[in-house]
């Protein structure tokens, strides 16, 4: 058994001399960035015990030499990335250092990191059905490059519920028929507000506030952020954020206190009729607002 839950790896390795058997994962880094590494490992039977497997990830250099023991540890370090992809081994080379013929060693967690950021907490995955999702929110995050979700509708007028990691939002909207993005709005490389998407619900035609607060509490449960007025609480720039979303009939009341930069937020949002009175003190500019009015971009009367 794993000492986080469910059930480690067994991995046993046959090399002598400059014989050759590795665990290898190819994965992206930046190249000068410091990254740590580590291996939640420990030996498969008390004949293994003090033999000697090796390491290595980002640094792509010399081994780390690891001395298996019967009691489960951590081991790693931090190594400089020398190139845009590494790849992160466990090595038995017995010419470099390793123990020279049979290893068998135990495999519970590995990581790979970025030094500066904080440990990263560990999930439980046996299969796509069995996962340990307690504190693991689920969300889709966008490259901002070319990632989004889209679909082709019937025209629609109705409510739309979405959620993001960083708040829940209910909008009215008014959407014709034709292709329609998901989790991003009208311009293929600015995300609506958020590149965290968790979830949504569009249906035609009103919902009771007993309904929409049961899918505000199902996508809050499943990794969306808070729903209401305090929804994206924090965030900083609403850059572009809503650009384009002329579907919109209604905009709901959210927490834009710390945003510092809303250029371009609302602009194109032809169909709003009304607005809540957001705080945009933060932006001294008010970049948004006075390119919004001044286009007569909105309301629409």
């Not at 720039?237 to 510092?260: E, H, M, Q, V």
């Not at 250029?263 to 709003?272: F, N, Q, T």
């Amino acid at each position: 058994p794993s000492p986080l839950g469910g059930t480690a790896d067994t991995v046993e390795m046959s090399a002598t001399g400059s014989e050759v058997r590795q665990l290898l994962q190819t994965v992206p880094t930046i190249v000068g960035a410091s990254y740590a590494g580590m291996v939640l490992i420990k030996a498969a039977s008390p004949a293994d015990v003090g033999k000697v497997i090796l390491m290595r990830h980002a640094g792509g250099g010399a081994y780390l030499t690891i001395t298996l023991s019967a009691d489960w540890a951590w081991v790693g370090r931090s190594e400089v990335a020398a190139a845009s992809s590494t790849q992160f081994s466990i090595t038995h080379r017995p010419s470099l250092g390793s123990t020279d013929g049979v290893i068998g060693f135990h495999i519970a967690a590995t990581e790979l990191k970025l030094a500066s950021q904080s440990a990263l907490p560990y999930q439980r995955v046996n299969t796509p059905t069995d996962y340990d999702s307690v504190g693991f929110p689920k969300f889709l995050t966008f490259d901002g490059v070319d990632d989004r979700l889209q679909a082709t509708l019937p025209a629609i007028t109705g409510t739309w519920i979405v959620g993001y990691k960083e708040g829940t939002l209910v909008y009215k909207v008014n959407i014709p028929a034709g292709a329609f993005p998901i989790g991003t709005n009208s311009i293929s490389t600015l995300w609506s507000p958020s590149k965290n998407f968790v979830g949504m619900v569009l249906r035609s035609g009103d919902l009771t506030e007993v309904e929409v607060s049961a899918v505000e509490r199902y996508l809050v449960a499943n990794g969306a952020g808070i729903a209401g007025a305090g929804a994206f609480a924090g965030v900083t720039s609403f850059y572009a954020a809503w650009y384009g979303c002329s579907s919109l009939t209604s905009f709901p009341l959210i927490n834009t206190a710390a945003g510092t930069n809303f250029s371009y937020a609302w602009y194109g949002c032809s169909s709003l009729t009304s607005f809540p009175l957001i705080n945009t003190a933060a932006d001294k500019l008010q970049r948004g607002l006075v390119r919004l009015l001044v286009a007569h971009q909105f309301p629409a009367d």
